[in-house]
Nanobody, 125 residues
Framework: QVQLVESGGGLVQAGDSLRLSCEASGRTFSLYHIGWFRRAPGKEREFVSAISGGGGTRDYADFVQARFTISRDNAKNIVYLQMNSLKPEDTAVYYC??????????????????WGQGTQVTVSS
């Protein structure tokens, strides 16, 4: 199965930006739909964003409010999540997840079969 590795997290102040990366192994990366999810301590995992294999379909959670942009570079096997205007409420471990095949992207974590280890994002006030 595809191996996913997140990077780009860190400690920033409110209003700052981060760009998260989800790098995958394998030759069929363009066939994988990729979702970003996050989980804060004591809270349920929640959907953040998703992008289809070819990059033509994108989706964002309501709380994003135009602050985040998802994109991908299939030549490099990387999906990016550009996060601007970060808020303390964005503090969480961010995970990328992959699904091979399927007709569309999904907001459900159950849809995705492959998960990375996560990268910590901490936003101070």
């Amino acid at each position: 199965q595809v191996q996913l590795v997140e990077s780009g997290g860190g400690l920033v102040q409110a209003g700052d930006s981060l760009r998260l990366s989800c790098e995958a192994s394998g030759r069929t990366f363009s066939l994988y739909h990729i979702g970003w999810f996050r989980r804060a301590p004591g809270k349920e995992r929640e959907f953040v964003s998703a992008i289809s294999g070819g990059g033509g379909t994108r989706d964002y959670a309501d709380f994003v409010q135009a602050r985040f942009t998802i994109s991908r570079d299939n030549a490099k096997n990387i999906v990016y999540l550009q996060m601007n205007s970060l808020k303390p409420e964005d503090t969480a471990v961010y995970y990328c997840a992959g699904r091979q095949g399927g007709l569309t992207i999904s907001r459900s974590s159950y849809y995705y079969a492959n998960w990375g280890q996560g990268t910590q994002v901490t936003v101070s006030s």
